[in-house]
């Protein structure tokens, strides 16, 4: 009787295991687009050796986003590698339980940072951060060519050693001052990324900050904090003194992803969550809705546009990627000429609160955009 009872018990439990409901498109653990590998083979036949990626903001007002730097394998069919700091290996005891804390720097197949719904690192990794990005924000991706293969084999050498230093909870690192762990002010995801072109690849120009806290007072590591964006144009110029060519693919968000991290508060559906270009430290920051109006965001909005290559998106009705904007990018000296004369004009009109038509196009903006602002 009791085998019988038993047998019956694993039975129903089965069943109920085959009709559980499966996870929903644009979710953790559910389907991903179909065709990730044709799309992004076509991206990758261009020779791209570093692509920098920018996420867009999730929070209202002027939100930093993150950054990440992908690397390019050692061979033409193999994936991108993503080096991305990992927000939670601050070794508090809170996120040490409930996330991934294997590493500061996470090191990330570029397909499934971008659109991948399971992660090959670890349970404990966050979906729309670690992996499936696209499904919880746009991303920016600035792709950079000409690089030489020694320089991006010291930008992996500096993200490994970073590692090692946090697994040996270094404070005697060059790089930054104090322990070597995640924090958001002192050593967050663009201090890492620009700590590696500084110290790893010889950058010895770039402008890294370090911010310090003054008597437990973390307001001043605030107001000097490195910035994605700020990171990211700093970069740009870098590249483009050496001689690097550039191009912008902008990876947008998926806009119907219902899916709601249940580590995080509030708990919000993906779809919900704003998708703002991620601003730099300034005024707009204040501003919780609506168009940015400080010069520096857009400038940055339209540089990042004038280079712009493809638009990538998932086609909702097929659930398959799409490169749904094809065009030429500006060179680097022309588009940074034109996006400095046009947010110039168009910061100055913003602050008369006259009623005009913007000079310049924001990146994910409609090409025939005529909106006027007041």
């Given at each position: ?357 913007p000079l310049g196009k924001s990146i994910g903006e409609a090409p025939d955009n005529t909106h006027l602002y007041h």
């Open positions: 009787m009791t085998s019988r009872i038993l047998g019956y018990l694993i039975f129903v439990i089965a069943c109920m295991a085959g009709s559980a409901p499966a996870a929903e498109f644009g979710s953790k653990g559910g389907p991903a687009p179909a065709n990730i590998d044709e799309v992004s083979a076509v991206l990758h036949q261009d020779p791209i050796d570093l692509e920098l990626l920018i996420s867009f903001g999730t929070s209202k007002g002027g939100s930093a986003g993150h950054i990440a730097l992908a690397v390019r394998g050692d061979t033409s069919s193999e994936d991108d590698t993503v080096y991305s700091a990992n927000f939670y290996a601050d070794r508090t005891a809170e996120h040490a339980k409930r996330f991934d804390t294997s590493d500061l720097i996470l090191a990330i197949p570029k397909r499934e940072y971008l659109f991948g719904t399971t992660s090959s690192l670890s349970e404990a990794t966050v979906f729309g951060l670690d992996y499936g990005e696209i499904y919880k924000r746009s991303v920016i991706g600035v792709r950079v060519f000409g690089v030489p293969a020694q320089e991006r084999q010291t930008l992996v050498a500096f993200f490994q050693r970073v590692n090692a230093d946090y697994h040996r909870r270094a404070t005697d690192a060059d790089y930054h001052r104090g322990e070597i762990k995640y924090d958001y002010f002192r050593l967050n995801c663009a201090k890492a990324i620009g700590a590696a072109f500084k110290y790893g690849a010889g950058y010895k120009d770039l402008k890294v900050k370090s911010p310090r806290a003054l008597r437990g007072r973390r307001v001043v590591a605030a107001a000097t904090a490195n910035i994605p964006t700020e990171m990211a144009m700093k970069l740009m110029s870098a590249w483009n003194e050496r001689g690097y060519r550039m191009d912008v693919v902008l990876y947008k968000k998926y806009v119907g992803s219902s899916y709601v991290e249940p580590r995080e508060d509030p708990k919000i559906a993906f779809k919900d969550l704003p998708d703002r270009f991620p601003s730099v430290l300034s005024l707009d920051f204040r501003r919780e809705q609506g168009a940015y109006r400080d010069f520096d965001n857009l400038y940055a909005m339209y540089l990042l546009y004038n280079l712009g290559r493809y638009s990538v998106r998932v086609d909702a009705p097929t659930q398959l990627l799409e490169i749904e904007k094809d065009k030429e990018p500006m060179d680097y000296p022309a588009a940074a000429r034109l996006a400095k004369d046009s947010a110039k004009s168009d910061s100055q009109n913003f602050r008369r609160h006259t009623l005009f038509q």
